[in-house]
């Protein structure tokens, strides 16, 4: 027997009763084996075996886990930090969004700031972007499927686990042909305004896995209502930050706004 050194608690196994700290080893070879040989193993197993759930069955693995079958999953809200932050990398580095909008904007003729920087936030930041919306977008499915059982909190954990597959469909389907087509500015636009269109198709087949029991009619009507309410509350987000922004600003925000010569 041996005393926490955490709680303090009587420990007669490998963990204390109370507290659940492992017993104490002295930190050896061994100790440091071991520990990498856990990490390693137990990280890829859980991350890889939800990764391949997600992509094959996205809405029954989110309601998988939220009725209680945990032990082999990662953590949804881990793994959605995980693939945006893989994403922002591919985005940045690998294909090199900024220069790739430049081209875009000199075909599109887009010459001022407000557009330029616009753009280029979301084009680079999507998936990070949608990260921060999930409390909001769970608020209005929270709302939109509120007689189906779920409470709010269980449609953040829902809703992240539509965000992975959206995120990890983009880095096997959009980024590739993202990639290949990055030279050629027409259909690199096409591309990128296409792989927008994916997210109402891929909404409503998320949610009738999840809610495998109810109609597909009544899910579209409650996605719809969703996409709509959101639209709303987005442009009027947007002239709220307008107009703010010129109170802030004051004189300087017509430069901002106006065309570059």
């Not at 909404?203 to 009619?217: A, D, G, P, T």
Request: hydrophobic share 50%; net charge positive.
């Amino acid at each position: 027997m041996s005393q926490c050194l955490n709680c303090e608690e009587t420990i007669v196994a490998n963990f204390c009763p109370n507290c659940g700290q492992k017993k104490f080893k002295r930190i050896d070879r061994k100790y440091l084996i071991d520990e990498l040989q856990y990490s390693v193993i137990h990280t890829n197993k859980g991350f890889f075996y939800s990764v391949k759930k997600i992509l094959l069955n996205p809405g029954k693995t989110a309601r998988e886990f939220i009725d209680g079958n945990r032990v082999n999953h990662y953590k949804p809200i881990l793994m959605a930090f995980t693939l945006v932050g893989i994403t922002t990398f591919v985005s940045y580095k690998i294909l090199g969004l900024q220069n790739i909008m430049k081209e875009v904007y000199a075909a599109m003729k887009i010459n001022d700031n407000v557009s330029h920087d616009v753009i280029t936030f979301l084009s680079s930041y999507n998936s990070a972007m949608m990260l921060a919306f999930i409390p909001l977008v769970s608020a209005f499915s929270a709302i939109a499927f509120r007689k189906w059982g779920q409470n709010y909190y269980e449609h953040i954990i829902m809703n992240t686990y539509g965000l992975c597959f959206y995120t990890l469909f983009s880095l096997l389907v959009i980024y590739p042909v993202m990639y290949l087509t990055r030279h050629e500015v027409q259909t690199f636009m096409t591309v990128s305004m296409l792989s927008s269109t994916v997210v109402l198709p891929i909404m409503v087949w998320f949610y009738k896995q999840f809610y495998y029991e109810k109609s597909l009619v009544s899910i579209i009507i409650r996605v719809l209502l969703m996409f709509v309410a959101m639209f709303i509350l987005f442009v009027i987000a947007i002239f709220a930050s307008v107009i703010l922004f010129v109170i802030i600003k004051g004189p300087e925000a017509a430069a901002y706004f106006k065309p570059k010569q």
